[in-house]
Structure formats: C-alpha cells, structure tokens
C-alpha cells in the first residue's frame, strides 16, 4: 500500500488540479461584485441522510485557496447526519469562500455517498469476520479522494494503483501462459528489480485455487464469481495458507451470504462506482 506521504500528494494534486480547472485566471463572477476586502460567513448544509465525509478535506481546500479561512467543525467525518444538520461553518474572504464552494461541494457530496453506501455494507458484515475493500474502479484522478471516503465509511483499501501491489488476474494469466508461470515469473521479477510486493492471484475455479496452492509466496487468493457452495470449498481448501477475497457482482443481498462462506474479504466496485451523490449545500450566514 502507498505511504501517508504519497497518498496526502495525491489529495494536494487534486486540489491543485480542481482549482486549476474550475477558476482558471479568475473567479470573475465574484471579482465583479464583491470587494476584495469583505469578508463573510457561510455554512455546510446538510440536505439528506447518512454519513459525512470530505470535512478534513474541506478544511485543506479552504486553506490552499486561502490561509485565512477558518473552518468551525461541528460533525465530523464518519457521523451520521441527517436533513438540517449544519457540519461546519467557514469564515474570511467572500471571495475566497466562493471560489473554494464548487470543489468542497463536489468532492463532498460524492465522498459522503460513498462513505454511506460503505457503512451499509459495513453493518450488513456485522458479526462477520469479513471486511469489505474497494477496488481500482474508480473516477479517473479522483482516487484518492474516493477510497479516503471508502476508509471513513469503515471499509478497508484494496491496492491503491497498479504500483504497490501485484495482482494477477485472468488476462495476465492467460497471457503469462498459465498460472504456475504467472506466479513464477513474477517473484523472480520481484527479485530482479529488489522489489517488496504483496502478490495476488486471482482463481476461476477450484482447480486453479488448487493450482495456486501449489506455489509458495501468494498473499492472498481472489475467489472470483464462485456460487456459496464453491467459495466454501475454495476457503476450506485454501486454509492458513493464505488470506482469501471473494468478488464479482456482490451486492446487497448476497454480500452476507459470501462472508458466512468464510473470506476474509469481500471487495466491491459499487462502493465507488455506483453511488448517488448525498445533497448538500453551502449557504451564507
């Protein structure tokens, strides 16, 4: 997984990009009738149902456009809210407060959908020892955002991109020649370039689950679109040798069922690709 140094890089990229994007040389709707010396007051309006997420990233946004913001917390990420509930107010230059609005907002109201459908699936889990991971299926330079929402709705992050973790699946495999070649290939790639990564292999059927036991050095096996009574062989098979995942069209109504199987985990796209943004509004005061 990536460093907190490399994924706050990434949170910084992102604002800077969303700035860069969104007021190019100059927010001229502000600039044409507000004077640069008035200052204000608004509030984060919550307008729905759910979890709260993106307040810390609120709180970066509103000091990169300006140091001299101050943000007043009063729900903070990870609480549940509901229709009325006020989460912050920010103070200082109107002009900043309005340039900063669109990107607090956008990146707000999709992260607090994606904590909350997160937290449904967290609860459906109750009981269980199984956790719930996010996967690469994500809006395009928004990742890190995104899989932060994953975390603050109590799921857990699969790899973070293609570089901090080896995962081969189907395509690699076929195109490896197989999976004892897959797997082969890639541990002496790892130790050609002095490279320390978890390796994960994704299974089709038992007899690649028992393919895949056959080599040493397998992190985790992704059990993948098995029905309940195959992912309970595949896990009974599989043991203490390694840790298990179960994916492929999981749901709501089937995710209970796979993680009495016996996973460790079970990850799932539609935490991030498959959400409707939670309605919030900020409003000045």
């Known amino acids: 997984m990536i460093s907190d140094a490399q994924f706050q890089k990434e949170i910084e990229l992102i604002i800077a990009n969303a700035i860069r994007e969104d007021v190019g040389d100059g927010d001229h709707s502000s600039l044409s009738c507000i004077p640069e010396t008035a200052t204000g007051r608004a509030k984060l309006l919550v307008k729905d149902e759910g979890v709260i997420a993106g307040i810390d990233f609120a709180k970066q946004v509103f000091t990169y456009v300006d140091k001299g913001m101050e943000v007043e917390v009063l729900i903070p990420d990870g609480a549940a809210v509901k229709y009325g509930d006020i989460a912050f107010y920010v103070g200082g230059s109107s002009q900043s407060i309005l ?148 994916s492929g069209g999981i749901n709501e109504k089937t995710i209970r069922n796979y993680a009495e199987c016996g996973v460790d985990y079970i990850s799932s796209g539609a935490l991030t690709h498959s959400v409707y943004n939670m309605d919030l509004s900020l409003k000045a005061v």
Not at 160 to 183: S, V
Not at 192 to 215: F, H, P, W, Y
């Open 99 to 246: 340039k900063a609005e669109r990107l607090v907002l956008n990146a707000m109201q999709r992260m607090s959908a994606i904590a909350t459908k997160t937290k449904s699936f967290v609860d459906l889990l109750e009981g269980t020892n199984t956790k719930i991971l996010d996967t690469r299926k994500t809006t395009p330079g928004l990742r890190a955002l995104e899989k932060w929402a994953v975390k603050i709705g109590g799921g857990e992050n699969h790899r973070f991109a293609l570089y901090d973790m080896i995962m081969l699946k189907d395509n690699h495999i076929d195109f490896a020649g197989g999976i004892t070649k897959a797997i082969q290939k890639t541990k002496q790639y790892l130790k050609d370039t002095n490279r320390d990564l978890k390796i994960i292999v994704e299974a089709r059927n038992l007899d690649e689950i028992k393919e895949i036991l056959q080599s040493d050095g397998v992190y985790r096996i992704l059990i993948d679109n098995f029905d309940y009574e195959d992912t309970r062989t595949a896990v009974a098979l599989i043991g203490n040798k390694c840790l298990t995942e179960s």
